[in-house]
């Protein structure tokens, strides 16, 4: 918290200026706010910049992720800037900065016992599976390192995968966005039990 507060004042220029511009850009709330299931699966909503507009097709469905990206939603995806308010979610208590990152809860029913141990800690703005391959990775690897690090958590890890997250953002590794992808159809790698797990911004 000491640290998101630090964060926070630090880059607050940042924050707003980019608040500011996203208002402008789509006319509106910068933020995108979603429900998320937490430490022990307290559901919470978790907060970040705007990326996408909501614009829709004919028949009322939301157009395919590459259609409603803006030039300046994939900037700061690439910058990693719409993960900026989730300062105020470690402020709250409902976050970490390192921990599994907090999913969607229509995936909740899937989840092995083993996969559910990530919901032994608080989630993470960022996390050990997100500086084992990002993007490019299965959800079942980024499963499997989400438990390893609650079975293994140290102040060394911690310290490690935020230098690892620094230097993925200055690169801007691991970013990648599917053009054939919607929130109906984008499927996760895995599949249990006949149901589709969708991801979404």
Known sequence: MVLSLIGLVFLSPLFLFTALILAIEFRGNPFFVHRRPGKHERIFS????????????????????????????MLIRKTSIDELPQLLNVLKGDMSLIGPRPLLIRYSPYYTDEERKRFLVRPGITGLAQVSGRSFITWEEKFKKDVEYVENITLRTDIGIIWKTL??????????VDPNSN???????IIRNGAYLEEEE
């Open 46 to 73: 978790v907060l970040k910049f705007k990326t996408m507009n909501n614009k829709k097709d004919d028949t009322g469905n939301l157009l395919p992720d590459t259609d409603r990206l803006t030039p300046l939603g």
């Open 167 to 176: 230097i993925i953002v200055f690169k801007r590794e691991g970013i990648e």
């Open 183 to 189: 929130p109906q159809t984008m499927a996760l790698d």
